[in-house]
């Protein structure tokens, strides 16, 4: 109890609006990094499945020595890993966002004019921006996953692969 009087003390209004908009503008800038970071993630890997989709319904041989149910099978796994990666930086990355508004939230209960101004919103999950990236992650994977099997299954009935 003493502690909290002595927090007091120490730290002023001033100081509590500062910790806060620091918090807020960090949270807001990993908000912003994971956005644009998962953006080029996922935009790569939709070129990757459609280059591996162009290829399978394609019917002319490939130019290299392996293959072409192979070929996809390698790119689906590809894009799966790269999928994968992409749901493990969201996850790490919503979890640090959510940590630095949690924070920022106590923080501003510190603060009574801004309490009152801004209300209070209590986070327990990752932000609703993550929560769309991780579902498009997860339709990529199951698109890969369905392509490499079409090719092995093609490949099993004897279809043309090429």
Same mark, same amino acid.
């Given at each position: 109890?003493?502690?909290?009087?002595? =927090?007091?003390? #120490?730290?002023?209004?001033?100081d509590? !609006?500062?910790?806060? =908009?620091?918090? =807020?503008?960090?949270g807001?800038?990993?908000?912003?990094?994971?956005?644009q !970071?998962?953006?080029?993630?996922?935009?790569?890997?939709? /070129?990757?499945?459609g280059?591996? +989709?162009?290829?399978?319904?394609?019917?002319?041989?490939?130019?290299? $020595?392996?293959?072409k149910?192979?070929?996809?099978?390698? !790119? *689906?796994? &590809?894009g799966i *890993? #790269?999928s994968?990666?992409c749901l493990? !930086?969201?996850?790490?990355?919503?979890?640090? $966002?959510?940590?630095?508004f949690?924070?920022?939230d106590? &923080?501003?209960?510190?603060?009574k004019?801004?309490? =009152?101004?801004?209300?209070?919103?209590?986070?327990?999950?990752?932000?609703?921006?993550?929560?769309?990236?991780?579902?498009? *992650?997860? /339709?990529?994977? +199951?698109?890969?996953?369905?392509?490499a099997?079409?090719s092995?299954?093609l490949?099993?009935?004897?279809?043309?692969l090429?």
């Amino acid at each position: 109890m003493k502690f909290k009087n002595l =927090e007091d003390k #120490i730290m002023g209004t001033e100081d509590y !609006l500062e910790l806060w =908009e620091y918090l =807020e503008e960090k949270g807001y800038n990993f908000k912003q990094f994971i956005t644009q !970071l998962a953006s080029w993630l996922l935009a790569f890997v939709a /070129a990757i499945l459609g280059f591996t +989709i162009e290829r399978l319904i394609t019917t002319e041989p490939l130019s290299i $020595i392996i293959p072409k149910w192979i070929f996809i099978t390698m !790119l *689906s796994l &590809v894009g799966i *890993s #790269i999928s994968l990666y992409c749901l493990y !930086l969201i996850a790490h990355f919503g979890n640090t $966002i959510k940590r630095y508004f949690s924070s920022a939230d106590k &923080v501003k209960k510190k603060i009574k004019p801004l309490e =009152e101004i801004i209300e209070s919103v209590t986070i327990d999950d990752i932000p609703p921006i993550c929560k769309y990236l991780k579902g498009i *992650s997860y /339709a990529f994977i +199951i698109a890969f996953s369905l392509v490499a099997i079409v090719s092995i299954i093609l490949k099993l009935t004897g279809s043309q692969l090429g």
